[in-house]
């Protein structure tokens, strides 16, 4: 056994698109059912939606994407939950 119990192996694929608009995801992906990764651009959302009938995809969204935020509050000194999260996931890291 595998990745997530399956027996397959984890696939990772690149496709080149001169657009961000969701249809581009929505068309390449179409009928896709599993995880998959992304970077937290909005686009993404219209694969799981419920009204797609595509409730077999789940979005994961990206730790380093994530932090990224919370850095930004850490360095500017605005937040002291940003701070204790980014000494957390250095601990991760």
């Given at each position: 056994?595998?990745?997530?119990?399956?027996?397959?192996?984890?696939?990772?694929a690149y496709r080149f698109e001169d657009s961000r608009a969701g249809e581009c995801a929505v068309r390449h992906l179409n009928g896709y059912h599993g995880?998959?990764?992304?970077?937290?651009?909005?686009?993404?959302?219209?694969?799981?939606?419920?009204?797609?009938?595509?409730?077999?995809?789940?979005?994961?969204?990206?730790?380093?994407?994530?932090?990224?935020?919370?850095?930004?509050?850490?360095?500017?000194?605005?937040?002291?939950?940003?701070?204790?999260?980014?000494?957390?996931?250095?601990?991760?890291?």
């Amino acid at each position: 056994m595998t990745d997530f119990g399956r027996s397959g192996p984890t696939m990772v694929a690149y496709r080149f698109e001169d657009s961000r608009a969701g249809e581009c995801a929505v068309r390449h992906l179409n009928g896709y059912h599993g995880i998959l990764q992304v970077d937290g651009y909005a686009a993404y959302n219209k694969l799981a939606l419920s009204d797609r009938g595509n409730d077999g995809v789940t979005l994961a969204g990206c730790w380093s994407h994530s932090r990224r935020k919370f850095y930004e509050l850490h360095v500017a000194g605005s937040s002291e939950v940003a701070t204790a999260m980014v000494e957390r996931m250095a601990k991760l890291w």
